[in-house]
C-alpha cells in the first residue's frame, strides 16, 4: 500500500526554524519527484515546493521569498521541509504529495487533491507570538 505520513508540526514563533517530515512506503520512492501542498484555515490548496526523484532540482512557490528548503533522503525514503523564517501567514495544514514521475516544476495556479497522485494526512503547523 502507498502512503506518506508526515510529522513534525506544531507551534512555532516568527522567525524560528522549524523541519517537518514525510515518510513515504508502498512505491520506489527514488522514482517520483515530491511535493508539499499546504492549506491555510479557511483557504484552498497551495503549492509550496517541489524536488525531483534525484533530488538535485527545487522549485519554491515565488511569493515565499526563501522562507522554506525541501530536501529528500532517498536512502531513508523521506522527504523534508524546513521553515526558514517562517511567518504567521504560513499557518498552514502541510501535506506531502507523490507527483506521477521523476520531474518536479512550478505550480502557478489551484491545487486540486487530483493534481498529484497520493496525499498524506497532513500536519499542521501554527507560526505565532
Known amino acids: 500500500e502507498v502512503e506518506l505520513v508526515e510529522s513534525g508540526g506544531g507551534s512555532v514563533r516568527p522567525g524560528e526554524s522549524l523541519t517537518i517530515s514525510c515518510a513515504a512506503s508502498?512505491?520506489?520512492?527514488?522514482?517520483?519527484?515530491m511535493n508539499w501542498v499546504r492549506q491555510a484555515p479557511g483557504k484552498g490548496l497551495d503549492w509550496v515546493a517541489g524536488?525531483?526523484?534525484?533530488?538535485?532540482?527545487?522549485y519554491y512557490r515565488h511569493s515565499l521569498d526563501g522562507r522554506f528548503t525541501i530536501s529528500r533522503d532517498n536512502t531513508k525514503n523521506m522527504l523534508y521541509l524546513r521553515f526558514n523564517n517562517p511567518k504567521t501567514e504560513d499557518t498552514a495544514i502541510y501535506y506531502c504529495?507523490?507527483?506521477?514521475?521523476?520531474?518536479?516544476?512550478?505550480?502557478?495556479?489551484?491545487?486540486?487533491?487530483?493534481?498529484?497522485?497520493?496525499w498524506g494526512q497532513g500536519t499542521r503547523v501554527t507560526v505565532s507570538s
Open positions: 504529495a507523490k507527483d506521477f514521475g521523476p520531474s518536479a516544476g512550478y505550480w502557478s495556479g489551484p491545487v486540486q487533491r487530483s493534481t498529484f497522485d497520493v
Open positions: 524536488v525531483n526523484s534525484g533530488g538535485g532540482s527545487l
Open positions: 508502498g512505491f520506489t520512492f527514488s522514482n517520483y519527484a
